[in-house]
Structures are given as structure tokens and as C-alpha cells.
């Protein structure tokens, strides 16, 4: 099991940085994270379209920075209290879900595509973490993947502009 948060289980911080405790399952928990972002994203578009899940988004990054800045000041940093923290994967897999109609099959190629960014780490993902500390390197670098994918999803739906 992954590190209990530091602020206890309801502080608002803990709901949201480990959104809503998914980050303290034993397995994987930025992928679970990332699988339980697709409902919220989905309910977000089809109440509001792409700038309501870009809104939510931006809700999420925003919080996410407040909470894991939070987490991370009350750790020690033998806890491991960053593999706990999730919010970041769920603002990369929001921020991917932007760039797709809202389809369980285009749903499913974005978070595969998403996780494989997580998971496999390439440029930029690796540049960002290094360059940012704290709660703005772990939110950023997980964005930056969500961009990439992002592109390369909207692109080959929409098409290259000539």
C-alpha cells in the first residue's frame, strides 16, 4: 500500500492530491488515477463540450498545485508521499481528454496513449521534472505528456492543416 497522507485521509488537500484516495491503492495508482479521470472528463464534455473538460483542467492544475505543494511541505522525504500523489495524473489524462470527442474508443486511445507517456517517461516529461522542484516539477512534467499526446491525438482526427 502506498503512503498514508501526511495531513490525514479528509483534508482537502489529501482528497485532492491523491484523488479521493486513489493514490494510496497498492498497484500502480497513477494509472488508476488516470482510469478514473475518463468519467469526470466524460461527464465534463457532454455537459460543457472541450473548454468544459479545458476548464476542469485548468480547475484541477491549479488545485493540484495547492494540494501537492501542501503534501509534500507536511512529508518527510522518506515517505514516499510522490508515489501517493495522483492529481497530476489525473490533470495529464484531463488535459489529453481535451483534444477527443467524447467516444469510449477515442476515451481508450488517449488513455493508453497517456499511460505509456507516464510509464515510459520520454522527452519532454524527463526535461520538466528536473527543471521545476516540488509541486510545480510534478504537476508540469505529467501536462507536458498530456500535451504531446494531446497533439498527436488531435492531429490525426483532425488532420494536419496544409
Given at each position: 500500500?502506498?503512503t498514508p497522507?501526511p495531513?490525514g485521509?479528509?483534508h ?16 500502480a ?5 488516470a482510469?478514473a479521470?475518463?468519467p ?8 460543457a463540450?472541450p ?7 485548468a ?8 494540494a ?21 495524473n489525473?490533470?495529464?489524462?484531463t488535459l489529453?481528454?481535451v483534444?477527443?470527442?467524447a467516444?469510449?474508443v477515442?476515451y ?7 499511460t505509456?507517456?507516464i ?8 526535461a ?6 516540488g ?9 507536458f505528456?498530456a500535451?504531446?499526446i ?8 483532425q488532420g494536419v492543416?496544409?
Amino acid at each position: 500500500m502506498s503512503t498514508p497522507p501526511p495531513l490525514g485521509f479528509w483534508h482537502p488537500a489529501s482528497l485532492i492530491g491523491t484523488w479521493f484516495g486513489v493514490g494510496m491503492l497498492p498497484k500502480a495508482p497513477g494509472l488508476w488515477a488516470a482510469l478514473a479521470a475518463l468519467p469526470v472528463a466524460f461527464s465534463l464534455q457532454h455537459a460543457a463540450g472541450p473548454l468544459g473538460v479545458a476548464i476542469g483542467c485548468a480547475i484541477l492544475f491549479v488545485s493540484g498545485l495547492w494540494a501537492t505543494e501542501m503534501l509534500l511541505k507536511n512529508a518527510n522525504e522518506e515517505d514516499g508521499i510522490e508515489d501517493t500523489i495522483v492529481i497530476d495524473n489525473v490533470t495529464g489524462q484531463t488535459l489529453t481528454l481535451v483534444a477527443v470527442p467524447a467516444d469510449p474508443v477515442f476515451y481508450a486511445i488517449a488513455y493508453i496513449g497517456f499511460t505509456l507517456m507516464i510509464v515510459m517517461k520520454p522527452w519532454p516529461t524527463t526535461a520538466v521534472r528536473p527543471a521545476f522542484n516540488g509541486a510545480v516539477g510534478i504537476m508540469l512534467d505529467d501536462v507536458f505528456g498530456a500535451i504531446v499526446i494531446a497533439a498527436l491525438l488531435f492531429f490525426s482526427i483532425q488532420g494536419v492543416p496544409a
